[in-house]
């Protein structure tokens, strides 16, 4: 007995033993440690939501839209709503659509809708123009799309007058002739009926004022960005300018507008 008890205090006294003995315990914890990880990244948490449907803008979610399934804790991110309680009753952002089995986002689901008004930019006036599928160019006019505003009128010479207006407009919404979003419904065909871009003041009244020139035929489109729109059999090419000074040549001017509105101020107070 004396014998085997030396022989083991000599076998772990041996120095190649005790690094033998050093690197398996390390290969064993390297290989529990990373079975833990491995185990801990896929084993699955259970009762997570997701959509039992493709759900649509501005739609208030309830309890029959939603499933759950159980996910990889590796598929989950910080962003994943882990709750129904934090879905039913809530709503589907604006202008985005929650595909079938898709889980839910914070910031996809919001507590109350957003006021839908359009935001044009600062110092810009909102202006709505009237369009149809022909004129939006088969919905092919998009928002963040850039066009530009061209111009057909007869002049006094009986000459019909062809040209770009304005150039640049960045579109900011598409509407249908109910006020939504043509582009936000992914099941419903919605027809374009305005496009919603903003101008400076001095643009605004400009094309306001070419919009109510109706004897002399006049007409305002938008034309894609990049677009050259040549004239027609028997139409006369003209430039911004000339069509500017048209426009305000049979039009009262600016400056007569507000020195009006300030001596009707004056009279009131």
Known sequence: ???????????????????IIGVLGVILILFFGYR???????????????AAQTIQPRTKITSDMIKYIDVAP?????NVIRSS??????????????????????GVVVDELANNAVKVGEGLVPYIMTVNMETSYAKSIYP????????????????????????NIKI??????????????????RTPAYLIFGLNQELNI????????????????????????????????????????????????????ESSNKTEEKVKS
């Open 85 to 106: 309680g934090a879905i039913i009753n809530k709503y589907s952002a604006v202008n985005t659509v929650i595909p079938e089995g898709s889980m839910f986002y914070k």
């Open 1 to 19: 007995m004396n014998n085997i008890i030396i022989s083991v205090k000599r076998f772990l006294q041996n120095k190649n033993t005790v690094t």
């Open 206 to 257: 400009l094309v306001k004022k070419a919009s109510y020139m109706g004897e002399f035929s006049t007409v305002v489109f938008p034309v894609p960005h990049g677009t050259v729109v040549e004239p027609a059999k028997g139409e006369t090419k003209v430039s911004s300018q000339t069509l500017k000074d048209f426009i305000n040549a049979n039009s009262v001017p600016n400056d007569e507008i």
């Open 144 to 167: 963040e799309d850039y066009v530009d505003l061209y111009m057909k009128a007869v002049n006094e010479e009986g000459t019909l007058m062809v040209g770009r207006l304005v150039e």
């Open 74 to 78: 590796i598929v989950l991110q910080d």
């Open 36 to 50: 833990f990880q491995i185990n801990k990244m896929v084993s699955p948490v259970s009762g997570i939501p997701v």
């Open 172 to 189: 900011t919404a598409v509407r249908d002739s109910s006020g939504n979003d043509v582009y936000e419904n992914t099941t419903e065909s």
